[in-house]
Each structure stands twice: as structure tokens, then as C-alpha cells.
Nanobody, 115 residues
């Protein structure tokens, strides 16, 4: 399964961005999709995830600011990021886990929050 992410860029503090990620094929097994991020010199951490059943999980640092959603029919996951802060600056990676094939990663997309 290939993951294609889009939507990163440069935004001012307080602004918004929307990340999207599309899987290259339909996923019929139990699965979860989401986003991780890695800031310079730091480890890759989970930002948000959503299961095929719709259960969501967020990092504490993004709760109430970010919203994850998915379209199972289109095999896509989206991350709406509002009230962005400089500390949200990182490379964001789309992630997919399935009960059959395990973890998959997309190529990262840069998000920079700066004035």
C-alpha cells in the first residue's frame, strides 16, 4: 500500500492548514490511519489517529486544535490543523496500520509555523 500525502506548507501562528493522505488501494482488514510528526532533532511522535471504526486518538498538545477524519470509501485521511503554533513545526508523516500488513508510511510533508 502506498500513501500519498499533501497539504503542508508555511503558515503564520494562529493560522490553519489541512493535510490529506490517500492510500493507493482499498483496505478491507481492521486498520487505523493517522499522522505522526518529527521536529528537527526529535523523535517521531503520534499526532492523531483514527480507526476504521471511527475511534480517534490525539496527542495532548493538539487536542481541541486538530481534527482527524477519514473517508473509508475513498481510502483517505485528513488532518485539519487550527490555531497553529510554532511548536507544531515538523515533518508530518501519514501512517497506516492494518491487521494483515502492519505499518505503512507515506513520505513526509513539511509544516512550518512562523511569522
Amino acid at each position: 500500500v502506498q500513501l500519498q500525502a499533501s497539504g503542508g506548507g508555511l503558515v503564520q501562528p494562529g493560522g490553519s492548514l489541512r493535510l490529506s493522505c490517500a492510500a493507493s488501494e482499498s483496505i478491507s482488514s481492521l486498520n487505523a490511519m493517522g499522522w505522526y510528526r518529527q521536529a528537527a532533532g526529535k523523535q517521531r511522535d503520534l499526532v492523531a489517529s483514527i480507526t476504521s471504526g471511527g475511534s480517534t486518538n490525539y496527542a495532548d498538545s493538539v487536542k481541541s486544535r486538530f481534527t482527524i477524519s477519514r473517508d473509508n470509501a475513498r481510502n483517505t485521511v485528513n488532518l485539519q490543523m487550527n490555531s497553529l503554533k510554532p511548536e507544531d513545526t515538523a515533518v508530518y508523516y501519514c501512517w497506516l496500520w492494518t491487521s494483515v500488513t502492519g505499518n505503512h508510511w507515506g513520505r513526509g510533508t513539511q509544516v512550518t509555523v512562523s511569522s
